[in-house]
């Protein structure tokens, strides 16, 4: 979990599927001054091989840089 602020989260989860080398990305966001303050929104969600997802981590990192 990410405290984005006082009243906005994110929730990053990376998981492995059963197929060989991939992965599972899902990124969730809450807003606390929601109607339901404990509902998640999906922001982003992808499957990728390995080699993939860490090159979104690289570019992530080097951008940040």
């Known amino acids: 979990m990410i405290d984005v ?3 906005y989260k994110l929730w990053v989860t990376v998981k492995p599927t059963p197929r060989f080398d991939q992965y ?3 990124i969730e966001s809450q807003w606390l001054g929601a109607k339901d303050p404990t ?3 999906v922001a982003y969600s992808v499957t990728l091989p390995r080699h993939q997802l ?8 080097e951008g940040v840089a």
């Open 24 to 26: 599972h990305l899902k």
């Open 5 to 7: 602020s006082e009243d």
């Open 54 to 61: 860490r090159a979104i981590a690289a570019a992530i990192l």
């Open 39 to 41: 509902g998640m929104q």
